[in-house]
């Protein structure tokens, strides 16, 4: 399904079209532009507040408060590297700093760290593993890059990328479930108890099992070393996840494992097994996060 997030609208105020300009005070010089410079970033979130109007264009409303909620962290994160001062003096041990901060040269950090990470993303997603693309995917933020696009036009609203960035981040959310619709997985493993564990993790992230799947993913417990000391057994093992495409490995990882028994060394393998459900979980989540 192709998801068509949400149009922002923002009604742009008559008022300091291109700067910002605060007051700040404080004990020292650096306290007086930091209270001055948070005082922008609260103007900035009140704007974004007051003018900001969401009109949903699907029934995904959940993804879309994520989104405006993460515009409001980004609000809180700004870093102002481009400000003036325009005026400063110290009077009774106090600092009083007036800042300038130009609407354009901030929106342009925006649009240059976002011009940078889709570059970096187009570059990346030329690989011919299809599972290592859609893990790109994931491990860039989409869902952040389209909060921050949104950003830089509520600090300037004549930012000419906006629509150039949307459609494009909106293509990537597009591909990416394409993807995952075409990765399958089918399951090999030594032991059956670790094939379920697999396949639960598997359909909590919403890929397919399946005796045909694009993807194999090998698990293989390892014989177990055990060695004894006075009444006490000792067990370690290994396991080793390999997710192959296409007859080539794209992701291997090995967990070692090691357990302990006084009751009897036939036990420790249902005791490795056992404790390694948690330990496949993670790692299963780990690779596929």
């Given at each position: 399904?192709?998801?068509?997030?949400?149009?922002?609208?923002?009604i742009?105020?008559?008022?300091?079209?291109?700067?910002?300009?605060?007051?700040?005070e404080?004990?020292?010089r650096?306290?007086?532009?930091?209270?001055?410079l948070?005082?922008?970033?609260?103007?900035?979130?009140?704007?974004?507040?007051?003018k900001?109007?969401?009109?949903?264009?699907s029934?995904?409303?959940?993804?879309?408060?994520?989104?405006?909620?993460?515009?409001?962290?980004?609000?809180?994160?700004?870093?102002?590297?481009?400000?003036?001062i325009?005026?400063?003096?110290?009077?009774?041990?106090?600092?009083?700093?007036?800042?300038?901060?130009?609407?354009?040269?901030?929106?342009?950090?925006?649009?240059?760290?976002?011009?940078?990470?889709?570059?970096?993303?187009?570059?990346?997603?030329?690989?011919?593993?299809?599972?290592?693309?859609?893990?790109?995917?994931?491990?860039?933020?989409?869902?952040?890059?389209?909060?921050?696009?949104?950003?830089?036009?509520?600090?300037?609203?004549?930012?000419?990328?906006?629509?150039?960035?949307?459609?494009?981040?909106?293509?990537?959310?597009?591909?990416?479930?394409?993807?995952?619709?075409?990765?399958?997985?089918?399951?090999?493993?030594?032991?059956?108890?670790?094939?379920?564990?697999?396949?639960?993790?598997?359909?909590?992230?919403?890929?397919?099992t399946?005796?045909?799947?694009?993807?194999?993913?090998?698990?293989?417990?390892?014989?177990?070393?055990?060695?004894?000391?006075?009444?006490?057994?000792?067990?370690?093992?290994?396991?080793?996840?390999?997710?192959?495409?296409?007859?080539?490995?794209?992701?291997?990882?090995?967990?070692?494992?090691?357990?302990?028994?006084?009751?009897?060394?036939?036990?420790?393998?249902?005791?490795?097994?056992?404790?390694?459900?948690?330990?496949?979980?993670?790692?299963?989540?780990?690779?596929?996060?």
């Amino acid at each position: 399904m192709i998801l068509k997030f949400f149009v922002i609208l923002f009604i742009v105020s008559s008022l300091n079209l291109f700067a910002y300009e605060e007051k700040g005070e404080g004990a020292t010089r650096q306290e007086a532009i930091d209270t001055a410079l948070n005082s922008v970033a609260s103007h900035i979130s009140t704007t974004v507040g007051s003018k900001l109007q969401i009109v949903k264009e699907s029934s995904v409303d959940s993804y879309n408060r994520s989104v405006e909620q993460t515009i409001y962290s980004k609000v809180r994160d700004i870093i102002f590297n481009n400000y003036k001062i325009l005026k400063e003096e110290k009077r009774a041990k106090k600092y009083f700093i007036i800042i300038k901060v130009d609407n354009k040269k901030l929106a342009e950090g925006y649009n240059s760290r976002i011009s940078q990470e889709l570059n970096s993303i187009k570059r990346e997603l030329q690989q011919p593993s299809l599972f290592k693309r859609y893990l790109l995917l994931k491990r860039y933020n989409l869902k952040e890059l389209l909060s921050q696009t949104y950003l830089m036009e509520s600090i300037d609203p004549n930012s000419p990328n906006k629509s150039i960035y949307i459609t494009e981040i909106e293509e990537l959310l597009k591909t990416k479930t394409d993807y995952q619709q075409k990765l399958t997985f089918r399951i090999t493993s030594n032991e059956s108890a670790i094939e379920n564990i697999a396949r639960s993790v598997l359909n909590e992230f919403k890929f397919i099992t399946s005796n045909v799947g694009r993807l194999q993913l090998n698990i293989t417990i390892s014989p177990l070393k055990i060695t004894k000391i006075y009444k006490k057994f000792d067990a370690t093992a290994k396991v080793t996840i390999d997710i192959e495409e296409e007859s080539n490995i794209v992701v291997s990882k090995t967990i070692p494992l090691s357990t302990t028994s006084y009751i009897d060394k036939d036990y420790l393998k249902d005791k490795i097994i056992k404790g390694l459900e948690s330990e496949l979980k993670r790692s299963l989540k780990k690779i596929l996060k």
